[in-house]
């Protein structure tokens, strides 16, 4: 039998998604929506395998190999699998600089 995790969202990361959904459906509701379920549901199939995911390349050029993303083109859904749970960090617009936009967060929380 496979272990099942719980899937947790940092307000960050539903931050993030809030974000995409209400930029895309100021142009398009319905295609905002679907956009807001396929996110939504890979998130929630990481309960079964979270490893699926591939390690963040820019952490892991740094050594730091504990972030895992899935790829929902154009996003990335960054997380983290601790224990019997998988943390969605953020939600990024693969178009932009990562590592900008990670920088700017570390920052944020001195």
């Known amino acids: 039998m496979r ?3 719980n899937v947790w969202w940092s307000e960050t990361a539903e931050n993030d998604l809030i974000y995409i959904v209400e930029y ?4 398009n509701p ?3 929506n679907k956009i807001f379920g396929d996110i939504r549901k890979k998130a929630e199939n990481l309960h079964t395998f979270p490893d699926r995911g591939r390690i ?3 952490l ?3 050594g730091i190999t504990l ?3 899935l790829i929902i083109g154009p996003w990335r859904m960054m997380y983290r699998v601790s224990e019997d749970s998988v943390y969605v960090l953020s939600v990024l617009d693969s178009r932009q600089n990562v590592e900008d936009i990670l920088l ?3 920052i944020a929380l001195k």
């Open 3 to 5: 272990k099942s995790y």
């Open 24 to 27: 895309i459906a100021g142009e």
């Open 30 to 32: 319905l295609q905002a």
């Open 56 to 58: 963040v390349p820019e």
């Open 60 to 62: 892991k050029d740094q």
């Open 67 to 69: 972030y895992r993303e």
């Open 104 to 106: 700017m967060r570390f």
